[in-house]
C-alpha cells in the first residue's frame, strides 16, 4: 500500500459525511490500491504502538497492505467498520480499544453484520482486542512501574516526572496512577511514550490485546 497518510485522511473525510464525501470515497478507493487489512484503533498513540511493534517484529505494514487507521474517538467505530465492509472497500477489519470503549465496538460489530451478543472473548477471535483499563495499563503493566521510570529517563523526562510527582494531587496515588497521569500530561506526550514503552518491552511480554493484533 504505497500512500497510508494519504488513504488515511481521505477516510476520515468519508467517514465524516457531507458535501465532500463522496470525492473522499473516491481518493480513499483510489489510494487504497494493494490494502488487504485495516486496523482500527482510538486514537494516535495506539497507533503509533501497533506501528512500533510491527516494526520491532520486521514487519511491513504498508508493504503487505496493512493500514492503521485512528478512529479519533470509539463512537465512530460503526460508520468506520461500514466503509471497510462488503458495501464499501471489501477489505479485513481488526482492531484496537479501551475497556470503557468497548460497548461502543460490540454496537458497531453488530450494526456492521460481525454477529450479536459479542462477548470479549468473541471480540478477540473477530481480531478485536479490548485492553484493561486502556494500553497505557497494559504497558505499565507489562514493563512494571520500575521499567517504565528507566523509558522515562531514557526520554530525558524524570525530572519532570519527580516534579510531578511532588504535586499535592500526585502525593497520595499509587506509583503506577502517577506514571499513568504523567504519560497524558501533554500535547503529544501519550502518543510518544506509547511507542518509546512498546519498545523498551521484552518480547514475550506484550500485552495480549497488542501481541493479538499483529498475530492476525
Known sequence: MPEPDRFRAAVHLWAAGGPDAATAAAAARESAAGLRTV???EGVSDQRAVEALAERRHRDLAGEGVCVVPLGGAMSVGRYLRLFGS??????VLGLCDEAEEG?????LKQAGFGAALDRSAMEALGFGVCVTDLEDELIRALGSDGVQRVIADQRDLGRFRVFQNQPAQRGRSIERQLRRFLGTMSGRKARYAEALVRALDPDRVPRPLDRLLAN
Open 39 to 41: 486496523v482500527l484503533v
Open 87 to 92: 458495501q464499501g472497500l471489501a477489505v479485513a
Open 104 to 108: 461502543f465496538f460490540r454496537r458497531g
